[in-house]
């Protein structure tokens, strides 16, 4: 049935496209992309890139990668404002996905099984975003070790994007979105003095936490801020000097909380106070050459430095009654997440024309250096003294990445050609020392070189089809090799989980075959796709130890494979109206015959759009069909149980915005309008179906946009 109708959808848009195939407008203009070194259309791109506006993403009052990312098939964010964020695409998940923000990677999350549910991927402000491009598939041949699963694509604006022809441009603009309570107030002044253009962008916020649908999660206040500094500096034509200096910091603050497990039994709790801050500080300086007369046609070489800090500190009065007698207890407990990058990067664009052959070609080198800590620290005060208690889930790390690619895209009449290579040498080396809790840990040495080919042919000047492959590539990670995390207090399975000093470097090959139709009035994007990985790093049960405490292992395993399609549609109706469509489905299981935990139902949207001069108006109805392709899960204690599966559900999310001649501009949105109570499968991915209780999306909200132009 769904085919059926996908079917009848498409061919009413080509029916009705013909009538206006004399017409000379074309009101979609071509979207370029950059996420693989090389400009292209988003149409003549062999692959599937989402590209989202930074602008469109203001409009819409969303402030955090949840809300930025969502209403695309394949691609979804957990979490939320006040909670970690974590990215899945085609059913690939935490640190298989590579971020990078203006070329430099982002962050880590970190937790376990790649759930990143202590620490997130969220560890940057959207208020200056340009563009986020979301490639969808491996893309180690371009990004490196990390791009298993996708990247994520994240370009800020620069002055030359506020000022244009001006020398002077100051905005400040207003968001509140009900779905965090969040007030958020940004501005960014740009300014041109002779040969250099500067750009200050702030921004501050404050709210709670994203609020479920009974809105009884515990009260989470949320408060933070990002500033940035850029210039850039124009030598002549042919040489640019660039430098951004940026901080971020979002702070967190509960009051209400349970007690935690303790090994001589339950206590209830009488007062809670945790506080979680993020803080993020990055520095770049590079340069940007484009010679008249040179074997390359561009350089853009860059040398940073970032350092994310995580820091939670919990403080936690629990008490119960033991022969009669009230005991109380304190536990102190600070967490601590480091993430450091020094690198130095280099990329080159080359252009050949040979007549019917044409090479476009991208080469470059970076060498990175990353350094990660988990150390933490539990103070407990009783009835018995003082203990103090200092353990880290991973020992201390280092990494170095030296990578090197090439990529040709070759056009040969109708064809076009792309190939690239990447080779990318890595190490793991621990802290001063040389075990973790008793277990030896060592060097642990990689490289891999990452293909990618694709085949397209321009059938006319609207249409071609596409065949790719490309191959993924993630070194051990350092949680993961390194890990030692002890279970011993969970009552019945309690259980430990050791470092393995064996573990290989993770690798996927993904297939797509793809159509692309643009005429400037409808958009027809298809494509199915199958990853296959290999190495696959997953915990296994390994024995048990003395004391009888089971033994697990992060290991590789083969087998995995994920699999799906997607299908979006965009067609103008006529110069006012315009209307699109967006469906996709992921599947996959393990060589078990498991279902992977991340992939997703038949998912989709329709969108009804109406534009008259400075205002837009749109309808879009979100949906998702039922989800029971779950796999094994286990209780809190380690006790084999049913995994939550979801029911179908639809939304109905409306909007405007409108643009004043002096200068202003408001939208206001309502999302989930008839108030609908669901659960995303996405969001309980992997849990017991026990634990869904407060997994349920918000009910309606609303958020607001203005911003004003000086």
């Not at 990247?151 to 905005?171: G, M, N, P, R």
């Not at 050791?498 to 290989?504: A, K, R, S, V």
Request: glycine residues 8%.
């Amino acid at each position: 049935m769904k085919f059926s109708i996908l079917s009848t959808a498409v061919l009413s848009v080509l029916i009705n496209n013909a009538a206006f195939a004399n017409s000379d407008s074309n009101p979609y203009g071509e979207t370029i992309v950059t996420a693989n070194i090389i400009e292209q259309p988003l149409s003549k791109v062999a692959g599937s890139i989402s590209v989202f506006d930074g602008d469109e993403i203001e409009k819409k009052g969303a402030t955090e990668l949840y809300d930025a990312l969502k209403n695309e098939p394949g691609v979804s964010v957990s979490g939320g404002a006040g909670r970690p964020q974590n990215i899945t695409i085609r059913g690939m998940s935490g640190n298989r996905i590579a971020i990078t923000m203006d070329g430099i990677k982002t962050s880590d999350g970190y937790g376990a099984l790649d759930l990143n549910d202590k620490v997130g991927m969220n560890s940057f402000d959207l208020s200056n975003v340009k563009s986020i491009e979301v490639v969808k598939g491996a893309s180690s041949s371009i990004h490196g070790s990390g791009a298993i699963g996708g990247a994520v694509i994240i370009t800020t604006k620069d002055a030359s994007d506020y000022l244009k022809d001006d020398d002077l441009y100051l905005d400040v603009s207003g968001t509140y979105t009900g779905i965090s309570n969040k007030y958020k107030v940004a501005s960014n002044l740009a300014f041109r003095t002779g040969d250099t253009e500067s750009l200050v962008n702030m921004a501050y916020w404050i709210g709670e936490e994203t609020r479920n649908f009974n809105q009884d999660l515990y009260n989470r206040d949320v408060d933070g801020y990002s500033m940035a500094y850029s210039v850039n500096h124009f030598v002549n034509e042919s040489v640019m000097f660039n430098a951004k200096v940026d901080y971020f910091t979002d702070n967190l603050h509960r009051v209400e909380g349970s007690a935690s497990i303790q090994k001589d039994g339950k206590m209830e709790i009488v007062t809670f106070d945790e506080q979680t801050a993020t803080d993020g500080f990055g520095l770049n300086i590079g340069m940007v050459l484009t010679p008249y007369d040179s074997w390359f046609d561009e350089m853009k070489t860059k040398v940073y430095w970032r350092n994310t800090e995580n820091d939670s500190n919990t403080n936690r009065l629990m008490t119960k009654k033991k022969n009669g007698v009230q005991e109380y207890r304190r536990q102190i407990k600070k967490q601590l997440f480091t993430d450091e990058l020094i690198g130095i990067g280099s990329d080159f664009v080359s252009m050949m024309d040979g007549g019917s052959l044409n090479h476009q070609v991208a080469y470059g080198l970076s060498m990175t250096t990353n350094s990660y800590e988990r150390p933490n620290n539990k103070v407990t005060l009783d009835s018995n003294g003082y203990k103090v208690e200092a353990n880290s889930p991973f020992a201390p790390a280092t990494s170095y990445n030296i990578g090197t690619y090439i990529r040709d895209v070759i056009g040969i009449n109708d064809w076009t050609i792309t190939g690239g290579l990447r080779f990318d040498a890595h190490r793991l080396t621990p802290g001063s020392d040389d075990q973790i809790s008793g277990f030896s840990v060592k060097n642990i040495e990689s490289n891999e070189l990452s293909p990618s080919l694709s085949f397209s042919y321009q059938f006319t000047d609207e249409l071609n089809t596409y065949l790719s492959y490309n191959h993924g590539y993630r070194a051990p990670s350092y949680d993961k090799a390194y890990g030692y995390v002890s279970h011993e207090f969970i009552p019945l399975t309690p259980f430990i989980i050791i470092p393995n000093m064996d573990l290989e470097a993770e690798t996927s090959d993904s297939f797509e075959l793809g159509s692309k139709y643009n005429n400037g009035r409808t958009q027809i994007y298809g494509a199915i796709f199958y990853q296959q990985f290999q190495n696959f790093i997953d915990v296994k049960e390994v024995g048990q130890d003395a004391s009888g405490n089971y033994l697990k292992q992060y290991q590789n395993v083969d087998g995995v494979k994920t699999y799906g399609m997607e299908l979006s549609v965009e067609h103008r109706l006529d110069e006012n109206w315009s209307t699109s469509f967006k469906t996709g489905y992921v599947d996959g299981k393990d060589k078990d015959g498991d279902y992977v935990r991340s992939i997703t139902p038949w998912e989709g949207n329709v969108k009804l759009t109406y534009e008259l001069e400075e205002l837009t108006v749109y309808s879009l109805f979100d949906w998702a069909g039922s989800m029971n392709r779950t796999p094994a899960c286990a209780t809190d204690i380690g006790l084999k149980t049913d995994c939550a599966a979801t029911s179908g559900w639809g939304v109905l999310d409306m909007g405007a915005s409108y643009y004043f001649s002096s200068g202003l501009e408001i939208s206001a949105n309502v999302v989930n309008l008839f108030d609908r109570a669901y659960i995303r499968y996405q969001d309980v991915a992997g849990i017991s179906s026990s634990a869904t209780k407060y997994s349920t999306e918000p009910g309606r909200y609303f958020t607001f946009n203005a911003k004003y132009i000086f």
